[in-house]
């Protein structure tokens, strides 16, 4: 099997499932600016809030599909044939078509049977199908719906001209195992051409190693967001995805997407949801890619790859050692001082390592404190040679910037 990394596609739903987050409220210039910054990146399909959900929403998907986007664009909509209707004049190139299949969306939603879900796909499918836009229909809660329900539902839509069929785990509940036996045997069901996309929800935290799973095990698109963004605590994050992609097949990665675009993509949705980057977000949270213990820094100083998976360079980014801590190490020490212009001797690096270490005992240090430390013992030493202090600043300009209490970092 060829590796998942190689024929994965990225549907892109920070405009429709994003907007389902309890901070999201995207104007249409808004909405235009993450579809651009997202195609820049190099998604493959962006998918848009049903135009059925209000007038603007209607509006916006026949503005975003105008601009001429490399990427495709998709909307969201119910199996409903009038919601299908609306979708196509808009212009989008396909409608994601979803319906409750688990018990309790049956229930509590829609209240249809399977065979009348069935009846309906039926009607509604072959409206946009001759409408000549592509079509994906998606059972959803797949994960609390009787497995034997839903592959009915696929065999039965799979001949019907759609492109692909969703599965979605709706509220969270699935692991990877799981997910790799679903996704397998749909694939049973609908044969080899139709493609499988996964969308998989993060409410315990599995949401990247479930479309990791989803993609081992045969599925073909995967469904993200910005940062995860999206009902209750999120989806697949594009980072996250992006993240795992990378450490199996970097080169692709590199080749198929902008990567240093992420840091400002990342950025700039949260500003607009009035949210942080979250600091433990991959590649862009603020110390992705900061390291701290001594034993780490002397490593990661002879090599970075000592302690690193993704390498920051390929994201646009630096990294960083964090000196001003008790659990420093005097090669961190050293490698501080040499960007102060300064050289220490072993013996001195080791003997202000230990004056660092009892300093940050007492309290909290930066790196202004550290850098004292360091002039105050090399100036002490006169025997020592010294060399003009070399102003160095804390952060590189286009480096993440920590919450508060900043950090004393220094570019590795
Ligand atoms: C929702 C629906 C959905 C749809 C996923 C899909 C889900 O919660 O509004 O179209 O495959 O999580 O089931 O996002
Ligand atoms: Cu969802």
Sequence with gaps: MSSPASRFRIIESTLREGEQFANAFFTTQQKIRIATMLDAFGVDY??????????ASRDDCATIASLGLRARILTHTRCHPDD???????GVHGVDIVIGTSSQLRRFGHGKSIDEIIALARDVIPIAVEAGVEVRFSTEDSFRSDVADILRVYEAVAPLGIRRVGIADTVGIADPFRVAEVVRAVRGAIGPTLDIE?????????????????????ATHIDTTVLGIGERNGITPLGGIIARLYASE??????????P?????????????SIDVPFN???????????????HAKAVLNDPSAYEALRPEDFGLSRYIHVAHRLTGWNAVRARAEQLGLTLS????KALTAEIKAAADVGHLTLDHVDAIIHRHVNAHAASPTLAPVAMPTHAPSSPQPASPEPALIPA
């Design 250 to 259: 970097p080169e692709l990665i590199r080749q198929r997407y902008r990567l």
């Design 281 to 295: 977000s991959c590649i862009t949270g603020f110390a992705a890619f900061t390291h701290k213990a001594g034993i």
């Design 198 to 218: 996964f969308h998989g929800h993060n409410d315990t935290g599995c949401a990247v190693a479930n479309a990791w799973a989803a993609l081992h095990a045969g």
């Design 84 to 90: 299908v209707k609306l979708a196509i004049e808009t």
């Design 346 to 349: 072993d013996e001195q690096a």
């Design 46 to 55: 962006l998918e848009l809030s049903s135009p059925a959900a209000s007038p």
């Design 261 to 273: 675009l992420l840091h400002d993509i990342d950025h700039a949705v949260a500003r607009l949801c």
